[in-house]
């Protein structure tokens, strides 16, 4: 089965920095396209960061010039780097795929990102 799993994520003070990194297993990862999203308590999910198979991005608006999504297809990873962190970056951030093969669309479990004083 494909699995995808989070980690970095953690609590850090606004203007900090955290890189987010997703491992994915059982997929032809050069040909997926990789997505970060994002959750809030009470909040619908959004997507944060997208990563196509050909490396293009797209971002939300609200972190245009602060996240930079990348992809190491020889690891298999695709991370997140998140600068100038704001309190309403908090949520939990999700790595999700999209197999270019198969079309089958995977989520992972979940990293919490806290950014408070």
């Known amino acids: 089965q494909v699995q995808l799993v989070e980690s970095g994520g953690g609590l850090v003070e606004p203007g900090g920095s955290l890189r987010l990194s997703c491992a994915a297993t059982?997929?032809?990862?050069?040909?997926?396209?990789m997505t970060w999203y994002r959750q809030a308590p009470g909040k619908e999910r959004e997507l944060v960061a997208t990563?196509?198979?050909?490396?293009?991005?797209r971002y939300l608006d609200s972190v245009k010039g602060r996240f930079t999504i990348s992809r190491d297809n020889a690891a298999n990873r695709v991370y997140l780097q998140m600068n100038r962190l704001q309190p309403d970056d908090t949520a939990v951030y999700y790595c999700?795929?999209?197999?270019?093969?198969?079309?089958?669309?995977?989520w992972g479990q979940g990293t919490q990102v806290t950014v408070s004083s």
């Open positions: 059982n997929i032809a990862f050069n040909r997926a396209v």
């Open positions: 999700h795929a999209i197999s270019g093969l198969s079309g089958n669309p995977y």
């Open positions: 990563i196509d198979s050909s490396a293009g991005t």
